[in-house]
């Protein structure tokens, strides 16, 4: 059932599937300047977005960031204040939702419960005056798709959450929309069951080729079945990028905050030759990172590093730009890796995270050991917001 | 279970004697053969055959029939559709004052409500008789059948009717194929309840019938200024009966399908 999990390899992204970055590649969606206000409350801020055929986009961000209300006006169930929302170039603003070739699944799934399994999936197929048996063939394929065909005649409070979370799914794809649109489609399942059912949903959409826009405010199923994120935040978009890029290459101090764990450090930059040095306390080494955007001497700048770029060590490893001493305050023991949490002399917390390659008995650093922490100069991000 | 107490025995008892001693008292005395209600002379059933030889009293049960089903079946359309409207478009200017006015006539006395009414239909010229008890009956039924639909209709999931839209459907198609049937207990339940208040109503009726179309409870209240006959006894066993089993079957009806529901969910999740 599940397909290979997809890599997040920086690499990936060059060779596969992105149109975002073909010059001539014609964007499905378009978001141009759209503004939405409810009373004095901007939920949209002048936002510009292309999104392409094929893709499976999220929106991840807190809740009130826009994320739903953007999903809505792609249904047509809210408009936009200003700006336009083309649609294979079209201007869809006018156009009402029973008009679009756009369906959505939403977070409630939305299941008609006095309609069987069967006439919830026909139930789009029937609005378009179908001939029967085209109708039936359909349905029969889409209960084939999402493994449904023995409860075909339930209703939908017969069977169970992970079932009616795949009849959503099947009645939204029913129509062979342009777009589909998923609202929080696994935020009622168990954990164990979303992640199955976040491979089953990467596999549906390369199987029907549709272009799949998903909202929802868990990092880790944006990264796993988007091919491109969106990180919201009152409104606008703060970064799109492929969740790698997102991971390793975070534009803000929010973007790099919300994803993920790491540690961020604040100080002053000296530029050196194509290194920056951030001083961050007095008497310690300054870190020592590599910077890909304009940097003046003695800005106030934020350098982000993940836990797991840490090394923690006896002793300082040579091969490494920057040497940090501390003692273990804590130690999170997750079976497969450990974070240890040290304190700086100068009073900082940073987390380190190293996998577990030996057994319990046999590992090195307990709670107050002396250690010291080792990174690269290419580990971590500078970031000016 | 609870065991047995004398304390709960006597109130259970004391509370239904209280309740149905009065209909028990009439519906035997139905069965008199004495023409003095309040001589037992043996059990009859001729009051029932002369019941149903009184014109007066079959055109009067002809006409509260009538008048019971158009009214509350005009009240449950309207009732709905202002429950609708209501809920459904969310913050409008002045929503609560409509929706204030709409449960008004709920606490209003009937003598006022009846009064107004008669008011208006001399006013435009009505001639009383069976249109203005009809529309009498719609005005004030409507507004019960609205509380109820709009109980309903809050706790229903507006999601479905966007995915009705989101669909295909025309925002009408939404609501005749997703929100109709699924709200339609609620309906019928307002229906019956307009039917009920429709058939018992004395007061409006009173203010707005005329010497054209009179409905059974006037035709009751004025035949017992006269006296008490035990017709108007085997006529109210009649009513009694009819209304005993309308409950009792709607009860059953909702019960069993809740029932059903349960036994569904819980097959559901043993699977």
Known sequence: MASAPRSSGIKHASTAFAPWEDPDAKPLIQFKNVTKKFGDFTAIDDLTIDIYQREFFALLGPSGCGKTTLMRMLAGFENPTRGQILLGGQDIVAVPPNKRPVNMMFQSYALFPHLSVWDNIAFGLRRDKLDQDKIEERVAEMLRLTRLEQFAKRKPHQISGGQRQRVALARSLAKAPKLLLLDEPLGALDKKLRNETQFELMDIQEKTGTTFVIVTHDQEEAMTVASRVAVMDHGKMIQVDTPAGIYEAPNSVYVADFIGDVNIVEGNATVQGDRVHISFAEGADPIITAFDQPISDGQRVSYAIRPEKISVDREPLADRANHVRGKIEDIGYLGDVSTYHVRLPSGGLISALMTNSRRLARRDFTWDDEVWLSWTDTAGVLLTK | ?271
Not at chain 2, 56 to 84: C, E, N, Q, R
Not at chain 2, 141 to 153: H, K, N, P
Request: positive net charge.
């Open chain 2, 1 to 271: 279970m609870k065991r047995f107490s004398w304390f709960n025995a006597t109130s259970l008892t004391l509370g239904f004697v209280f309740l149905y001693m009065p209909m028990i008292i009439l519906v035997i005395y139905s069965f008199n053969a004495s023409k003095l209600v309040t001589v037992w002379a043996g059990f009859s059933t001729k009051w029932y055959v002369e019941l149903f030889h009184n014109e007066d009293f079959l055109a009067a049960a002809v006409v509260t029939l009538k008048v019971a089903v158009v009214s509350s079946t005009f009240a449950t359309v309207l009732g709905t559709m202002a429950a609708y409207v209501l809920v459904r478009q969310g913050r409008f200017h002045g929503r609560t004052l409509f929706s204030g006015m709409i449960y008004a006539p709920l606490v209003m006395p009937e003598v006022i409500t009846g009064l107004s009414l008669l008011l208006l239909f001399i006013g435009i010229g009505l001639d009383r008789g069976i249109v203005t008890i009809i529309l009498a009956h719609t005005t004030f039924a409507m507004c019960y059948v609205s509380v109820v639909v709009s109980s309903r209709l809050t706790t229903f999931d507006h999601s479905l009717e966007e995915a009705a839209l989101d669909l295909g459907c025309s925002p009408f198609e939404a609501f005749r194929l997703v929100t109709l049937p699924i709200i339609a207990p609620a309906i019928i339940s307002g229906w019956l309840l307009a039917f009920t208040l429709s058939l018992d109503d004395l007061v409006i009726a009173s203010f707005t019938s005329g010497p054209s179309a009179t409905t059974l409870p006037i035709k009751i209240f004025s035949a017992v200024r006269l006296g008490v006959s035990p017709e108007i006894n085997a006529l109210s066993t009649i009513m009694i009966g009819i209304v005993t089993v309308g409950v009792v079957s709607a009860s059953l009806i909702t019960k069993r399908a809740a029932v059903k529901r349960a036994r569904d969910e819980q097959s559901a999740e043993r699977s």
